[in-house]
C-alpha cells in the first residue's frame, strides 16, 4: 500500500504522558494482582453493528487491549481465478495501527500481520458456512488500536462477532484465548508486558505462550498455535486452559450480538 505522503505523521517515537503525572495519581495496571494463575480473563467489552458502512462490524476491549473489526460481502471475487464454483472464499486482513504500540509502526503491512492475517484466516474459516457462498468473497478486516497484549486471541473474537453481526451463516461463533506458560506457573489472557516481558529475546526451557481458537457449542480447536519450549503434558493443559477462557468469554459474546440483534429488529407492530 503507497504512503500517504501529505499526511503528518507525527514523530517516530512519543512517551506515553502517564509518564508525567505525580505517583500518586498514575492509574492502575491492566495487570491483574490476586488473581494470576487460577485461569481469570481481563474484563471484556464487547460492541457489535459500530461502523455503518460495512456489512457487519465489532468493538472489543480486554484490558487495555482495543480491536474494531469490519466485515464486506459476500460479493464477487476480484480474481475470476481465485473464485469455487462449489464454495466461497474469506480473506482476512490484520493491521496494527501505528500508533498502537509503544514503538510507532508503519502503515505498510509487515511480515508479522501478514503472519496474523494467514492464523487468523485458518481459526476462522472453519466456523463459517463458505458453501452457502459460492464464486463469492467476505473480507474480514481487523484494526489493532491499542496492543496490551493478546491481540490474536481477541482478534479471532472481535471478527467472529462482525461475521455474526454481517449476518453471514456460520457452524458456531470462534472465541479466542492466550496462555502465558513460565515454568510450572500460567496465565491466562495476558497483557503485554506479561506476555513479551522478560522474553523478548525468546523463550527459555519450560516457557511459552499458547493462543487457541475454540467453536464453544461444538467444542472444537479451530486453530492452535505455540510458541516457545514446552513439554506434551504442559501443553495439552494449556489447551484445555485456554478452553476454560473461552467459555468464560462466550456469555459476553452472546450478551453483545443479542443487543445488536435487538437493535436492528423492527419495532413491534400496534
Sequence with gaps: M???TKRIRGPEESQSPLLFLS???????????????NGDVRP?????????????????????????????GPREAERKDESDMKTGRLVCDFRLAPFSCMKRGAWIQGSEERDLSQTLLESLQPGVCLHRYPRSQIEVNVMVLENDGSILAHAVTCASMALADGGIEMFDVVLGCTLRQNGSACLVDPSFSEEYGSWQEGYGEEQGCVTVALLPNLNQVSGLTADGEMREDMLADA????????????????????????????????
Excluded: W
Design 239 to 270: 489447551v484445555r486452559s485456554c478452553m476454560d477462557g473461552c467459555h468464560k468469554l462466550y456469555p459476553v459474546l452472546q450478551q453483545a450480538l443479542t443487543r445488536a440483534v435487538k437493535k436492528k429488529a423492527p419495532p413491534p407492530e400496534k
Design 44 to 72: 471484556v467489552f464487547a460492541r457489535c453493528g459500530l461502523i455503518s458502512q460495512a456489512k457487519g462490524s465489532a468493538y472489543l476491549e480486554a484490558g487495555n487491549t482495543k480491536i474494531i473489526c469490519s466485515v464486506y
Design 23 to 37: 505517583p500518586g495519581k498514575v492509574p492502575e495496571a491492566s495487570s491483574r494482582q490476586g488473581v494470576r494463575g
Design 2 to 4: 503507497p504512503v500517504d
